[in-house]
């Protein structure tokens, strides 16, 4: 308390107490007790100020609605599946039909709709081969990411603090894993074993060729946390609270879970976002090349594989899977931002 502000309660006869002088204690106003904001609640203000993290959510969660219960429902209103083959669906050039083209199904002899057209050349619903494409896709680069996470966020961490041994073990993995041709390992899996892989799918769970790319992924992925995890925990590593938690012989084991641990959340959660959209252009390209997600199975990597055969004549085939990919990668890199700044403590409230 200021001299003039002493003064001025000496004069208006108030007595001064022990608790003008208390401290820490929050200044009584008009609305009441003012109270701290804790960390999360922190982070929630600063990202709910972002409008386009907040667009990318709710653009998220839509799709994963879209393409899960809304394929379903989408398939038991058009009464057919993604792999339903109708061979009148080719105009007189045998090229597909566009958008809202009705079809006849020789199997029940109903005329049913085509709500994007046909795929190619065998006639099947684009529209429920993309929402199914969707659910691959999306299967495929969440997996991938919480796997991925899982070992490099333990090898980084233990590699961060032990440092050593440990982290020259955990480097010398990190190095050869990077010097390794992920392309060839892929086409090599795709040759060999692919075939039985690709028939993994946990009862139905999952889809066709999904294990297959999750594997793929994780060999080769997991090294990108593990660097940025060590990083973070070799820094962390020589914070007074950790040194204050050695001499209270806290077990090391402790200290990663309860010490080290809640400081990594914003980078595995930042991260986490990003990679799911590097895994989803990812799964995209390898389907592209033939060596993903294997026909008849969907998922917007092989749509794309097929639409370069009309590109001049059917151009949608091309639009429609390559917005997918697009509005989906940008949406988890958009919040991926948001998260980032959340987390920041420097950003304003």
């Known amino acids: 308390m200021s001299t003039t502000s002493q003064s001025s309660d000496v004069l208006s006869g108030r007595e001064l107490g022990e608790a003008d002088f208390a401290p820490g204690v929050a200044p009584e106003t ?21 409008r386009v993290a907040l667009a990318s959510v709710c653009f ?14 989408a398939e ?4 057919h599946g993604p792999n339903d083959i109708f061979p009148d669906a080719l105009d007189d050039g045998l090229l597909p039909v566009g958008p809202m083209s009705r079809v006849t199904n020789f199997e029940t002899g109903e005329t049913q709709l085509l709500i994007l057209g046909a795929d190619g050349t065998l006639g099947r619903d684009e529209f429920l081969r993309l929402l199914y494409g969707g659910r691959v896709s999306l299967q495929v680069a969440v997996i991938s990411t919480f796997i991925v996470m899982m070992i490099g966020v333990t090898l980084g961490a233990v590699a961060g603090y032990y440092r050593g041994w440990a982290d020259t073990i955990v480097a010398r993995m990190t190095e050869i894993t990077m010097a390794f041709p992920a392309l060839l390992f892929a086409i090599a899996l795709a040759s060999t074993a692919g075939s039985r892989l690709n028939n993994i799918t946990f009862g139905g769970l999952l889809g066709n060729g999904v294990v297959t790319l999750v594997l793929v992924f ?27 938690a050695l001499m209270t012989g806290a077990s090391d084991l402790r200290i990663i879970r309860s010490h080290l641990l809640p400081h990594l959340v914003a980078p595995i959660i930042v991260y986490s976002t990003l990679i799911v959209a590097t895994f989803i252009l990812s799964e995209a390209a390898l389907s592209f090349l033939g060596v993903g997600i294997q026909l008849p199975t969907a998922s917007w990597g092989n749509l794309l594989a097929e639409a370069p055969n009309y590109y001049t004549t059917v151009p949608l085939l091309m639009l429609w899977p390559g917005l997918a990919v697009v509005f989906t990668t940008l949406a988890f890199n958009l919040l991926g931002d948001g998260l980032r700044d959340a987390f920041d403590p420097r950003s304003r409230l």
């Open 218 to 244: 994780t060999i080769f992925g997991w090294y990108y946390p593990a660097r940025i995890i060590r990083a973070k925990v070799f820094s962390l590593r020589e914070k007074e609270f950790i040194e204050a």
């Open 76 to 79: 038991r209103l058009v009464g």
């Open 60 to 73: 998220l969660i839509v799709l994963v609605l879209v393409v899960y219960p809304g394929a379903w429902i």
């Open 30 to 50: 008009q609305q009441g007790q003012v109270q701290a904001r804790g960390y999360w609640e922190q982070v929630w203000r600063r990202f709910k100020r972002d």
